[in-house]
Structure formats: C-alpha cells, structure tokens
C-alpha cells in the first residue's frame, strides 16, 4: 500500500498525501479512485470502450453518441435496424469518434457473447456496458396477448440479464454498468403492469450485480427515465398528441423528456464524477409523477 502511494504524483502538500494514505487504510481503492479511477482523465481523450445495447435509435443512440463524444470507443449494437446502426457509427466517426456496429437480439444468450466477442475483438476489452435495449408492449391484463407478455420477458428481463451477466464477467476493474429501467415502475399507469414488472427486475439485477462485484470499484446502477420523445412511446398504437401533452403536463418542467437528457446523466454515471453513485436506480424524469 505504501509502495502505491509513493507512486501517486507528487501534490506539493505533504498533508495531502498523509490524508491520502490515511484514506487508502480506511477503504482499499478509494486513492485510485479518487486518482484517476474509472475514465479520469480530463477532457475528451480516454482509451476506455463502452458497449451500449440497443443503440440503433432512440435513447440508446444518443447513448452511444454521447459517450463517443466522451471519448470512448463505442460498440453499437441493433436487433433488425441494420442501417440505422450503421448510420450511428457513420455520425460517430464523422466527428472524429471510434465506433463499430453489430446485430445481436439481446434474448438470445449465444448472440449476446458473440456481441461482446465482436466488442472484445475491435477495441480489446470492455469497461462501459449500457444494458438498454427493451420493448414495450402495452395492454390492459384482460387484452394482453401471450406473444406480448413473452416478447417483454424475452427481451426485457432475458435480455437484460443476459447483458449483465456478460458484463459482470467481462468488465475491467473500475468500469461501470447501466440499465435503462424505468419511472414506470413508480408511476404503474394502467396498461403499462407487464411492461413495468420487466423494468423494475432491471433495478433489482442492478442493486444486487453492485454487491457482487464489490471491491473491484465497478460501480453498477440503473437510470429510469420518464417519458421519452423515441419511437417506443410515440409510435404506440393509438397514441395521441392529447396523450403527449398530458404527459407534458404532468412534468414540472412542462415538456416529456428529450434522448438527450438521458445520455447525459449516463454519461455522469459512467464517467470521471460519476463512480460513487453505486446499486442505485437514478430517476430522470424531469420531475414527472
Ligand atoms: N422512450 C421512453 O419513454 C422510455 C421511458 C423509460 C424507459 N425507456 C427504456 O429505454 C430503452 C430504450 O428505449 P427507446 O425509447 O430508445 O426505444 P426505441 O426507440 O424503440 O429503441 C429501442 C432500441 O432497442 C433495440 N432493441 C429492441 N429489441 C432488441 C433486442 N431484442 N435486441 C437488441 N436490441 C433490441 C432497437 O433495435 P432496432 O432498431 O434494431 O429494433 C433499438 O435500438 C428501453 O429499455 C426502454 O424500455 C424508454
């Protein structure tokens, strides 16, 4: 431990680096986190490589594009929107950024370690996993249809455990993980009960997921967005501008949320700021309820 703070640069202060040495006794980990931990560095430039599931659109492309922006290298990753993922990648190289596509349905375990093959094999390894790919499909329960209900399970719960369990045993120590749950599981708006059953197991796989790795400071955490301006709301069938600007209403800042807004609280997650937030659902919502 001594060895290692002598490593640590030079502060000018020899209390700072007594205070840092008392603080590596009291939590192993903690001087290289707070060092140059998880992403550190400053500025754009890092090495690291996220891999963010279901990017192709919606809240996962901005996801991706974001976190290209970041400065890590991204692993774009899409079901049946071929190019629409390629599109991501294009934008994201066009400004400079490393990225690849691959298509993979997260509900099958087999296609979702060659996604993480296809990530390992470009970039080396793996230190960002978002775990955002989902389906909603909605109904009340009288009128839900097996396919339906199954679709969801496959896809939300299947798929999002089959992401974590990848990740928990690929991640590098000091990495983080991110589901994409939802504030449904609060609001628990009617027709939305098979749908927000599967989100909510995303933030129960997350709290527990931060306990096993414990020690090895991969913070693990799951974000529930509020309503969301993407395909998935929007193209509900039925739905209705009334039904948007309710939801508009009903959100103090008087408009549904935009992808944006979420890409940027998972970028403080996964970033230099970010790693003490740890088995949490952080709700981003713009104050919806
Ligand atoms: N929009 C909202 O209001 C809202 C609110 C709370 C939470 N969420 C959650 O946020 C996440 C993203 O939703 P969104 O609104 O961005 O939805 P979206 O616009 O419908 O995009 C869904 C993304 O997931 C991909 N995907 C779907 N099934 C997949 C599968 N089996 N395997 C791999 N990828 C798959 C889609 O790929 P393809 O393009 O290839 O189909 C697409 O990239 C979801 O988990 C959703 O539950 C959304």
Known sequence: MADEIQKLPPTGERVSRRTMLAAAMLAPGL?????GGANAQSGRANDKVALVTGSSRGIGAAIAKRLARDGFRVTVNCVVNRDLAAAVVREIEAADGTAIWEQADVSDPVAVRRLFDANDRAFGGIDVVVNNAGVMRLAPFRDMTDEDFARQLDVNVKGGFYVLREAARRVRDGGRIVSTSSGITELRTA?????????ASLQIFSSVLAKELGGRMISVNAVAPGVVATPLFLDVPGRTQQE????????PHRRIGATDDIASVVSTLVGPDGGWVNGQTVHANGGLV
Request: aromatic fraction near 14%; avoid cysteine; charged fraction near 10%.
């Open 244 to 251: 948007v600007n309710m939801f508009a209403q009903r959100t």
């Open 31 to 35: 001087v290289a986190a707070a060092t």
């Open 191 to 199: 027709t939305y009960g098979p749908y927000a059953a599967t989100k």
